[in-house]
């Protein structure tokens, strides 16, 4: 073969399974759609070998391919279709209109409920959002997909979520481990939020050069935090001054949202909460939305909205008979 050629093309920041397929089927499928070269897969690294034009041409399709994995973490048998059929630019595909972000293996994370929807809406006309509601109701989920796609879409450089490490009836001195081992059961359902949308070498990558840091609410303190997409979690959990010194944080081209669930204060006395304050002192402020979700964004377990309303039928009742004896006296 006179007019052969041997490229080596090396995938760099995607797990080279995601883009193999299951059991091979997409390389499988990419040998199928180019019978006159041979495609040999090398752990991190494709070997191609045929005709030079022929090699050129799949070198283009398939970094199209790759470019379209980073951007939206999802791959199908469909979408390398796509990608490889003349003058499509994978990496222009635009986004379904109602989908936040593509997650891992085919999962489309979209908002489901009317006021995620209106999560969404008011992200494109606010730079800080606050997001209130019951356990389930989506909103901490929604914030990373908004700030996952964000980073994608390059609006920011890093994204930054934190934490108050407020002790839930158990003691952090009884954990093992040194204090990040103490910390990360705390944060581990952001971990958890953040592997369903990236890829787990892509986000392992984020957290070791710092593109995604995951830290307690302390290590705020000091920060000028710039080009950032940054969520406070769990924030009935913060004090006024917590949440002051937070929000304070916020520097140039930032997007902060503050997520919380006022039902489930773990703070020594509930009063010290200063959530609820603080949106009542910023709800006039200009670039500032408000969500309040309810019973109806539930989307866990059908047992969730029951649960929840369980216990908010029985505060209703406690808080009667409080009131009751009250009157008596």
Known sequence: MTDGVGKEILIDGVDPRELYGPQNAYLEQLRA?????????RGSSLKVLGATAEVARFEKRFEGLVAYYTKYG?????????????????SERPMDKDVLVYGNNGMVVRARTPNQQRLVELYEKNDLLFAVGPAGSGKTYTAIALAVR???????????????AVEAGEKLGFLPGDMKEKLD??????????????????????LEEGTVQIAPLAYMRGRTLDNAFVILDEAQNTTLSQIKMFLTRMGRNARFIVTGDVTQIDLPRRSDSGLTRAMQILKDV??????????????RH????????????????????????????
């Open 74 to 90: 999802h791959l199908s048998s469909q979408v390398i279709d796509q990608c490889f059929a003349d003058g499509y630019a994978a």
């Open 185 to 206: 059961p705390y944060l581990q359902p952001l971990y958890d939020a953040l592997n369903d949308m990236i890829p787990p070498l892509k986000l392992q990558k984020f």
């Open 286 to 299: 200009k670039g500032i939305g408000q969500v309040e979700f309810d019973k109806r964004d539930i989307v």
């Open 150 to 164: 964000a980073l994608k879409e390059k609006e920011v450089r890093r994204i930054i979520l934190t934490r108050p």
């Open 33 to 41: 759609m180019f019978p006159e070269l041979k495609i040999v897969a």
């Open 302 to 329: 059908e047992l969730v909205k029951q649960i929840v309303e369980a216990f908010d039928h029985d505060a209703d009742r406690h808080e009667l008979e409080k009131k009751l004896l009250e009157t008596n006296k």
